[in-house]
């Protein structure tokens, strides 16, 4: 898929930037989930409530997908247009859309957790379709309903590539997330140093899977500005 190869050349051609926002925003929004979490269910757990911890973990943990998409797809933005990134554009673009992304990414996480819990599918389906709101944002300045809208068209066309990334992306984040914890453990017993160890390989896996999601809507949109054009063509 051309979307692939393009976010691992975007992801080694980039490296020190990826680095330094992991540093200075994936890293801290990664902290502060963590720490929200953990306080948010530890009265369902002390009183042996199920289901809740889980619930509040997966509504969490979207949000904080959320809020980590705006300079990762900035990079894209600048790769696809100008061919080249600058540092001080991601920051500037962050802080631009961050706010919005942010109040969308409530929704949506409360949108696709609801789903989840009364049936499985319509909780993916709903995950996908909103995915690319981030994307919407940054590469057509589109936000609030109308981001969601196009969002929404994005993932009906895109919907079963858009599942084999994520699907992807999970059993590789999941499989190195497991054993370099496993590696931790033996090393320390600490929960916090475990904890850390996650958050790490989660900041240098989420640009590739960010990066594959904007090429790919950067190419429906592309395919889809052709197919307008040529319908314009044949009925003039």
């Known amino acids: 898929m051309a979307a692939v190869k393009k976010a691992l050349f975007l992801y080694k051609d980039n490296f020190n930037y990826i680095l330094l926002i992991g540093m ?99 909780g993916v389906a709903l995950l996908l379709m909103f995915l690319a709101v981030p994307q919407t944002a940054l590469i057509d300045d589109l936000v609030w309903w109308q981001g969601i809208k196009q969002s929404c068209k994005f993932g009906l066309k895109r919907f079963f590539p858009l599942l084999g990334i994520f699907l992807m992306f999970a059993v590789i984040d999941t499989l190195l997330s497991s054993l370099i914890l496993f590696v931790a453990m033996l090393i320390t017993k600490y929960f916090i140093f475990s904890n850390l160890v996650i958050m790490i390989v989660n900041a240098l896996s989420l640009p590739f899977f960010i990066f594959t999601v904007g090429y790919m809507y950067w190419e429906w949109k592309e395919e889809r500005s052709e197919n307008e054009s040529g319908f314009r063509i044949r009925h003039e």
Not at 56 to 65: E, G, N, T, V, Y
Not at 93 to 105: A, C, E, R
Request: glycine share 8%; proline share 8%; charged share 5%.
């Open 24 to 122: 200075t925003i994936v890293f801290p929004i990664l902290l502060g989930y963590t720490f929200v979490v953990n306080y948010a269910i530890m009265p369902f757990e002390f009183f042996g409530i199920p289901l809740w911890p889980q619930l509040l973990h997966s509504f969490f943990m979207l949000i904080a997908l959320f809020m980590l998409h705006p300079p990762f797809v900035s990079m894209v933005v600048q790769d696809h247009r100008f061919g080249e990134v600058k540092l001080g554009g991601l920051y500037t673009d962050t802080l631009q859309y961050m706010f919005p992304i942010y109040i969308l990414g409530i929704l949506y996480a409360f949108t696709v957790t609801l789903g989840m819990v009364f049936f499985i599918i319509p």
